[in-house]
């Protein structure tokens, strides 16, 4: 639902505002789970606000990685560097 609309903030303001506002709704989505209320409505909004700050963080870290290689080596095989972190990530996770 909001993958696109922030792969568009991302392409139009840049990769490095749209990891600030990934950073500061997930910092908001958070930060509300310590106010201490046993209201549904506030995780519920927690929860609303980190999930549109993943999708912000996915596609964006994705095409920076891509951008940055890219501009340092043309020919660079980008997907040896998602086969690492997909390998480091499965072996390093508790799942």
Not at 5 to 32: E, H, N, Q
Not at 78 to 88: G, P, Q, W
Request: glycine residues 8%.
């Amino acid at each position: 639902m909001s993958e696109i609309p922030a792969g568009v903030i991302s392409d139009t303001f840049g990769r490095k505002k749209a990891m600030l506002i990934s950073c500061i709704l997930r910092g908001f989505g958070l930060g509300l789970l310590f106010i201490p209320s046993h209201q549904l409505w506030i995780l519920l909004l927690s929860g609303l606000l980190t999930a549109v700050s993943e999708s912000f963080n996915s596609g964006t870290m994705s095409a920076w990685v891509i951008d940055k290689v890219k501009s340092i080596d043309e020919k660079y095989d980008i997907e040896n560097i998602f086969s690492k972190n997909s390998l480091f990530l499965t072996s390093t996770s508790m799942e």
